[in-house]
């Protein structure tokens, strides 16, 4: 839930006191179109930040609210609002948001970066992302956990598409080396089902769990076979 916030114009909506506490969220539901809850969209975006939680729908007024009120518009609170888009890959939250923001603002070199980062992404260069990421620190460092998205974002790609991933691929896909690499292996040995193998020619390989997209033989289809309870159906039929 979000911080609870006393709203005077999303009270009079409801025809009650000006002294009603709501949730940002409530405001969204009660009065979304109302620009005097667009203070309160903005704060909740810091606090978003600071509490490293996330909030698309309450994302999408405010960036809606601005279009209404373009003059109001913070481009500070916009970068912090795709950044957190980004860090959701691979859900479709960065197009949502930008499908918002007007072109002129698009322009601007951060967003234009931020646009470039989230394409490496989409096309899983994770190389081309990181070197990206590391000239534009300045933009996405005031999100926590920014990296940390991105890497379990990278994973989620890996493990889509190997049943085995070299360890500098996968060093390569987090940005990740040396003993901190060691250690992320570790963890997920322990915890993700994660297991290594010796390789003369590779080095040290990193099995990932099975699932229907590296093994697509355990993907099972309904156009595979036919439900026993559909059979006891078409049996009297073609008797």
């Given at each position: 839930?979000?911080?609870?916030?006393?709203?005077?114009?999303?009270?009079?909506?409801?025809?009650?006191?000006?002294?009603?506490?709501?949730?940002?969220?409530?405001?969204?539901?009660?009065?979304?179109?109302?620009?005097?809850?667009?203070?309160?969209?903005?704060?909740?975006?810091?606090?978003?930040?600071?509490?490293?939680?996330?909030?698309?729908?309450?994302?999408?007024?405010?960036?809606?609210?601005?279009?209404?009120?373009?003059?109001?518009?913070?481009?500070?609170?916009?970068?912090?609002?795709?950044?957190?888009?980004?860090?959701?890959?691979?859900?479709?939250?960065?197009?949502?948001?930008?499908?918002?923001?007007?072109?002129?603002?698009?322009?601007?070199?951060?967003?234009?970066?931020?646009?470039?980062?989230?394409?490496?992404?989409?096309?899983?260069?994770?190389?081309?992302?990181?070197?990206?990421?590391?000239?534009?620190?300045?933009?996405?460092?005031?999100?926590?956990?920014?990296?940390?998205?991105?890497?379990?974002?990278?994973?989620?790609?890996?493990?889509?598409?190997?049943?085995?991933?070299?360890?500098?691929?996968?060093?390569?896909?987090?940005?990740?080396?040396?003993?901190?690499?060691?250690?992320?292996?570790?963890?997920?040995?322990?915890?993700?089902?994660?297991?290594?193998?010796?390789?003369?020619?590779?080095?040290?390989?990193?099995?990932?769990?099975?699932?229907?997209?590296?093994?697509?033989?355990?993907?099972?289809?309904?156009?595979?076979?036919?439900?026993?309870?559909?059979?006891?159906?078409?049996?009297?039929?073609?008797g």
């Amino acid at each position: 839930m979000g911080r609870e916030i006393t709203n005077s114009a999303a009270a009079a909506n409801q025809k009650q006191q000006s002294t009603t506490s709501y949730t940002v969220e409530q405001l969204v539901a009660v009065n979304p179109y109302n620009p005097d809850i667009l203070p309160d969209l903005e704060n909740y975006v810091n606090e978003q930040v600071s509490t490293q939680t996330y909030s698309l729908n309450a994302n999408l007024c405010l960036l809606r609210l601005y279009q209404v009120e373009p003059d109001r518009m913070s481009t500070k609170i916009v970068a912090r609002i795709l950044i957190k888009a980004l860090m959701a890959i691979p859900a479709p939250d960065f197009s949502l948001c930008l499908f918002l923001i007007p072109e002129r603002v698009q322009m601007e070199e951060q967003f234009k970066t931020l646009i470039v980062l989230s394409h490496y992404l989409e096309t899983a260069r994770f190389r081309q992302f990181w070197d990206e990421a590391a000239k534009s620190r300045h933009i996405l460092e005031v999100v926590p956990g920014f990296e940390q998205a991105i890497q379990a974002y990278a994973v989620h790609v890996l493990s889509l598409t190997y049943q085995k991933v070299a360890r500098s691929v996968l060093a390569e896909s987090i940005n990740i080396e040396g003993p901190a690499l060691d250690k992320f292996v570790e963890h997920h040995v322990a915890n993700s089902g994660w297991a290594i193998e010796k390789s003369q020619t590779k080095g040290q390989l990193i099995i990932l769990p099975p699932t229907e997209f590296n093994h697509p033989e355990l993907k099972k289809s309904a156009s595979d076979g036919i439900a026993f309870e559909n059979i006891t159906r078409i049996l009297p039929i073609l008797g």
